[in-house]
């Protein structure tokens, strides 16, 4: 797997903590710890998914060795298909007023990270070694967590289900490049 295919997966996989980041945003101006709280954990739990995916993945892959292209393509159509649908889907959650803290953030940094247990798995399919992927996953999950607080701080509520719809895109796009791949050679 290429650098460039790395970080469409890691833009990808961060949509999710973009969208809750800009949410976050609209809050109001928040602190800046809990800013850096927001987007440290975000990118954290990011970072461990992959990992705990791809090790579980490891040890499966051997026994669907034969089919494991099409398991990988699977796996990224259904979290593709899962964050185009909620991208699509009615705003219903709300931020609480610092959702940097306690219980809040962990349940946050988990359900945005879930996607990434799946393509944890999906590189252990494709025997791509997982730290270089888990350690750009978790940065730029960061570094976009970040950028959307501060977008939406000045830009509210719009962006969010938009970047969710286009991570979908992206990661059902780079399923089917995989099936491709494997079907063509």
Not at 1 to 18: G, K, Q, T, W, Y
Not at 30 to 40: C, E, G, H
């Amino acid at each position: 797997m290429n650098p460039s295919e790395i970080i469409l997966i890691a833009v990808s996989l961060a949509m999710d903590a973009f969208a809750v980041s800009v949410a976050a945003g609209t809050a109001g101006q928040l602190p800046k710890r809990a800013v850096f709280r927001l987007s440290f954990h975000f990118g954290l739990f990011q970072f461990m998914m992959p990992v705990i995916g791809w090790y579980a993945g490891s040890h499966i892959a051997p026994l669907i060795s034969a089919v494991d292209h099409w398991v990988a393509f699977a796996l990224l159509l259904l979290v593709g298909f899962r964050m185009i649908k909620s991208g699509l889907a009615p705003e219903s959650e709300t931020v609480s007023r610092d959702p940097s803290r306690g219980l809040t953030l962990v349940m946050l940094s988990v359900a945005t990270s879930i996607d990434a247990l799946a393509v944890g798995f999906s590189l252990a399919m494709m025997e791509v070694a997982i730290w270089y992927p888990a350690v750009i996953i978790g940065l730029v999950t960061s570094a976009m967590s970040l950028a959307g607080i501060r977008l939406g701080t000045f830009f509210g509520k719009k962006l969010g289900p938009r970047m969710e719809i286009a991570g979908g895109i992206v990661l059902i796009l780079i399923g089917l490049r995989i099936l491709a791949a494997d079907l063509v050679f």
